[in-house]
């Protein structure tokens, strides 16, 4: 049976691949739980020290499949009751997104294809995204006449403001990949024959940083655009406070002194 996510770790990167792309890599029940389930690893593991989400095929994820979903409870026959769809999401699209906007290492998107619905939110979630020149990104969802989900409405203005963000959600047209880096939904642009080694290349640099510093950062620049200015300047302390504990700051400022390149473990 063909493993629908592969994953391996290669100088200290996880990568993470969708591995359906007989259907664009519409991500199915049990995909979306190994890959939450990769990233909370990817946490607790020292050796690794960034992540990549990828994807085969001509698609980054087409979206949500449901057709393989266990059910989300209801009445008798299967009858949906209020609160079904909300659980469904909160513990579906909702878990996915979350788990890589806090993963304590830095995650990196290769979007080698149309990113469409959950799937467009899923690379826009991650850290950085580098994008195939065939990419696309669809905010799909009003052409089935749906709300978005899997935290559409919350990054999508945080990256592009709320009118450029209303204009994609409410039309649905897609974004080509030089658009989206126009837009700022995509940091780079890069013929698809070097996705992969541009991705490694970013990942294995990110690998070779002072981990627990990147973690503190990424936490600050998330946390920074749902607050004030006194809980950001408060969090810059605390954070920084704890950084001066680990290795890799020592290290960092002993190389500083000593005028070399700092050699960072990670710790």
């Known amino acids: 049976m063909t493993e629908e996510v592969l994953h391996r770790i290669e100088s200290g990167v996880s990568w993470i691949t969708l591995n359906r792309p007989e259907a664009m890599n519409a991500v199915t029940w049990d995909q979306r739980e190994r890959v939450i389930g990769l990233l909370g690893e990817a946490s607790a593991d020292p050796g690794v020290r960034a992540v990549v989400v990828t994807a085969t095929g001509k698609g980054f994820c ?86 978005p989900d899997g935290g559409g409405a919350y990054l999508l203005p945080r990256l592009v403001g709320p009118q450029k963000a209303k204009e994609l959600m409410f039309f649905g047209d897609a974004v080509p990949a030089a658009e989206a880096e126009r837009l700022g939904l995509v940091n780079r642009v890069v013929p698809g024959e070097e996705l992969e080694a541009t991705a490694r290349e970013w990942a294995e640099r990110l690998a070779q940083g002072p981990t627990r510093a990147l973690a503190l950062t990424k936490q600050l620049v998330n946390a920074s655009l749902d607050g004030g200015r006194a809980a950001a300047l408060a969090a810059e302390a605390t954070a920084q406070e704890i950084n001066m504990t680990t290795a890799d700051a020592n290290e960092g400022v002993a190389s500083f002194v000593e005028r070399r390149s700092p050699k960072y473990l990670g710790r």
């Open 62 to 147: 087409a979206g949500a499949d449901l057709r393989g979903s266990p059910s989300t409870g209801g009445g008798a026959g299967g009858e949906r009751i209020a609160g079904d769809v909300a659980r469904m999401i909160r513990l579906g699209a909702q878990r996915l997104i979350t788990a890589v906007l806090d993963c304590e290492k830095p995650v990196l998107a290769a979007v080698n294809g149309t990113a469409a619905g959950i799937g467009a939110h899923l690379a826009l979630a991650c850290d950085l995204v580098i994008a195939a020149e065939s990419a696309r990104f669809i905010e799909v969802f009003v052409r089935r006449g749906l709300v």
